[in-house]
């Protein structure tokens, strides 16, 4: 599986953007698609994943309410519509896939940058 993520840029505090994360090859394998983030100085951090056969979502205690993981199955990818950005959601932003249930994340694609302006 490839993952191919865009759609990072500037935004200002409380502002939107949205990420897509486009799957190619075996897709019909993945068990759930996700995206984590690394902002500088921190550790990698899950921020949601959605379940690619019955969508499923989940989402880390800091965005929920404000982000909104999406899949259109169709087109293998997956969105992160996030709103009410605050300048702690700036990081690198990487989607992911997996195969197993609560199994390693198989497949990562390259990051997309997320700045949030205060």
């Known amino acids: 599986v490839q993952l191919q993520a865009y759609g990072g840029g500037l935004v200002q505090a409380g502002g939107s953007l949205r990420l897509a994360c486009a799957a190619s090859?075996?897709?019909?394998?993945?068990?759930?698609m996700g995206w984590f983030r690394q902002a500088p100085g921190k550790e990698r951090e899950f921020v949601s994943r959605i379940t690619w056969s019955g969508g499923t979502t989940y989402y880390a205690d800091p965005v929920k309410a404000r982000f909104t993981i999406l899949r259109d199955k169709a087109k293998n990818t997956i969105y992160l519509q996030m709103n009410y950005l605050k300048p702690e959601d700036a990081a690198v932003y990487y989607c992911?896939?997996?195969?197993?249930?609560?199994?390693?994340?198989?497949?990562w694609g390259q990051g997309t940058l997320v700045t949030v302006s205060s």
């Open positions: 992911a896939a997996r195969t197993v249930r609560a199994g390693a994340w198989n497949y």
């Open positions: 090859g075996r897709t019909g394998s993945m068990y759930d």
